[in-house]
């Protein structure tokens, strides 16, 4: 029975926006995330990076994009085209304000789309990144398995998630978390490992901050 009060992804919750907030003022966000979760921001903003490493003409997915916070790693000038999905109508609008703001909007193009049936061709991306996302879908292996099929071979998945094993202080958070309906079955770091080793992916690395792992991999 879901929690009342919380609001899904489709009700554009004033929390997400919160959330938001969090992660465009480095500092008091940073604080918030390392007081809250224990995890270091700074990680994100990195791994975000890889988006703006990109050469001209690559393709890349974010999903899910929610308010386009990974945005922050797209260059005006990149000439990329950047696929922002969610499955929330509402969050891709959010996505596309932030891209306007950024100055980004030219190269960023919104799909609904559900991770668990993305509806791009194998192979169609040079990158793929998917921030804490993982742990609020459905299927996280039938999630993984989909971002690693829409990679070329090559290249990069990178992403971060509240897992199973981030800690055992987070566990109530991650009930309350499930209890609102917004957080899914999630997965631990060693089964992540093992999908992403079974789709082929190369050059692995797990790392933890607090109850997010980031991980990122290259698909063989
Ligand atoms: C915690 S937000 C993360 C979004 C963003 N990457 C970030 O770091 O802020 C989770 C997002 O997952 C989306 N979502 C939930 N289930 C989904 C699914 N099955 N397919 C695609 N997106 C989904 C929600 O709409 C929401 O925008």
Same mark, same amino acid.
Not at 112 to 133: C, I, K, R, W, Y
């Given at each position: 029975?879901?929690?009342?009060?919380?609001?899904?992804?489709?009700?554009?919750?004033?929390?997400?926006?919160?959330?938001?907030?969090?992660?465009?003022?480095?500092?008091?966000?940073?604080?918030?995330?390392?007081?809250?979760?224990?995890?270091?921001?700074?990680?994100?903003?990195?791994?975000?990076?890889?988006?703006?490493?990109?050469?001209?003409?690559?393709?890349?997915? *974010?999903?899910?994009?929610?308010?386009?916070?990974?945005? $922050?790693? @797209? !260059? /005006?000038?990149?000439? #990329? =085209?950047?696929? &922002?999905?969610?499955?929330?109508?509402?969050?891709?609008?959010?996505?596309?304000?932030?891209?306007?703001?950024?100055?980004?909007?030219?190269?960023?193009?919104?799909?609904?789309?559900?991770?668990?049936?993305?509806?791009?061709?194998?192979?169609?991306?040079?990158?793929?990144?998917?921030?804490?996302?993982?742990?609020?879908?459905? *299927?996280?292996?039938?999630?993984?398995?989909?971002?690693? $099929?829409? @990679? !070329? /071979?090559?290249?990069? #998945? =990178?992403?971060? &998630?509240?897992?199973?094993?981030?800690?055992?202080?987070?566990?109530?958070?991650?009930?309350?978390?499930?209890?609102?309906?917004?957080?899914?079955?999630?997965?631990?770091?060693?089964?992540?490992?093992?999908?992403?080793?079974?789709?082929?992916?190369?050059?692995?690395?797990?790392?933890?901050?607090?109850?997010?792992?980031?991980?990122?991999?290259?698909?063989?």
């Amino acid at each position: 029975m879901p929690l009342p009060g919380f609001g899904g992804w489709h009700d554009d919750p004033l929390w997400a926006s919160f959330y938001d907030w969090s992660v465009e003022h480095a500092r008091v966000g940073g604080a918030l995330w390392r007081l809250g979760i224990g995890s270091d921001l700074g990680l994100l903003y990195e791994a975000a990076e890889e988006i703006g490493r990109q050469p001209p003409a690559s393709r890349v997915l *974010d999903v899910p994009c929610g308010g386009g916070v990974a945005l $922050r790693g @797209l !260059r /005006p000038d990149q000439h #990329l =085209t950047y696929v &922002a999905a969610d499955i929330a109508r509402e969050m891709l609008e959010r996505t596309m304000d932030a891209a306007r703001e950024r100055g980004v909007d030219g190269q960023v193009e919104v799909r609904v789309a559900d991770v668990g049936a993305l509806p791009f061709p194998d192979g169609d991306f040079d990158l793929v990144v998917s921030f804490t996302g993982l742990h609020c879908f459905p *299927d996280p292996q039938l999630a993984v398995t989909e971002m690693v $099929r829409v @990679l !070329r /071979p090559g290249g990069v #998945l =990178t992403g971060s &998630a509240v897992l199973n094993d981030t800690g055992i202080r987070f566990e109530p958070m991650r009930r309350v978390g499930r209890a609102a309906n917004l957080l899914g079955p999630s997965c631990t770091g060693p089964e992540l490992r093992s999908w992403l080793e079974g789709l082929g992916v190369t050059d692995l690395t797990l790392r933890n901050s607090g109850a997010i792992c980031y991980f990122r991999g290259v698909r063989g």
